[in-house]
Antibody, heavy 117, light 107 residues
Framework: EVQLVESGGGLVQPGGSLRLSCEASGFIISNYWMTWVRQAPGKGLEWVATINKNGIDKNYVDSVKGRFTISRDSATNSLYLQMNSLRAEDTAMYYC??????????WGQGKMVTVSS | DIQMTQSPSAMSASVGDRVTITCRASQGFGNNIAWFQQKPGKVPQRLIYVVSSLQGGVPSRFSGSGSGTEFTLTISSLQPEDFATYYCLQHNSFPLTFGQGTRLEIK
């Protein structure tokens, strides 16, 4: 069965750090572009970051550039999002998702990140 | 950056109605657009990819079309389970951009 299972969310103070993980089973993430998408409470979907198949090319939404880092580990078949200097406006449900153009496509169940003092 | 303007932002319709949701792009691009359905408290589900390809397992009443700067999602005959929020996504160039969403409610 194909799954994307996320972990690592929670409550953090402004300025703090968190790392989200997304472990894949049933498919190899290094064969696909992988993406993080977030959704603030009651709001729409927002693209956050994408890493391409080679694991070298990475792209970010302007609001997280210099603070967030997307990465992956082929050994654990996992995708990561390191989030530093967190702000209240980063509060959201964070989803990992596989390549949007591929016939096969999956989302994780989401992890809530709350930035508050 | 490509901005995606989705319309309408909300609408009400009845079971059996034909519904069309539109996304207009600020500049033309190829076929890298997808449509998602999201129900409250649930993970978004892809319905359509590369303009008009139907995701496996999605009912054939859903269809996508368009080119250039205008893309549409059509539901040919609304069913009770279709009342949800719908989003378009352009993944042709970075930054990827979603439409603002269309909340589809029961009339």
């Amino acid at each position: 069965e194909v799954q994307l299972v996320e972990s690592g969310g929670g409550l953090v103070q402004p300025g703090g750090s968190l790392r989200l993980s997304c472990e894949a089973s049933g498919f190899i993430i290094s064969n696909y572009w992988m993406t993080w998408v977030r959704q603030a409470p009651g709001k729409g979907l927002e693209w956050v970051a994408t890493i391409n198949k080679n694991g070298i090319d990475k792209n970010y939404v302007d609001s997280v550039k210099g603070r967030f880092t997307i990465s992956r580990d082929s050994a654990t078949n996992s995708l990561y999002l390191q989030m530093n200097s967190l702000r209240a406006e980063d509060t959201a449900m964070y989803y990992c998702a596989s390549q949007f153009s591929s016939p096969i496509h999956y989302w994780g169940q989401g992890k809530m990140v709350t930035v508050s003092s | 950056d490509i901005q995606m303007t989705q319309s309408p932002s909300a609408m009400s319709a009845s079971v059996g109605d034909r519904v069309t949701i539109t996304c207009r792009a600020s500049q033309g691009f190829g076929n890298n657009i997808a449509w998602f359905q999201q129900k409250p408290g649930k993970v978004p589900q892809r319905l359509i990819y590369v303009v008009s390809s139907l995701q496996g397992g999605v009912p054939s009443r859903f269809s996508g079309s368009g080119s250039g700067t205008e893309f549409t999602l059509t539901i040919s005959s609304l069913q009770p389970e279709d009342f949800a929020t719908y989003y378009c996504l352009q993944h042709n160039s970075f930054p990827l951009t979603f439409g603002q969403g269309t909340r589809l409610e029961i009339k």
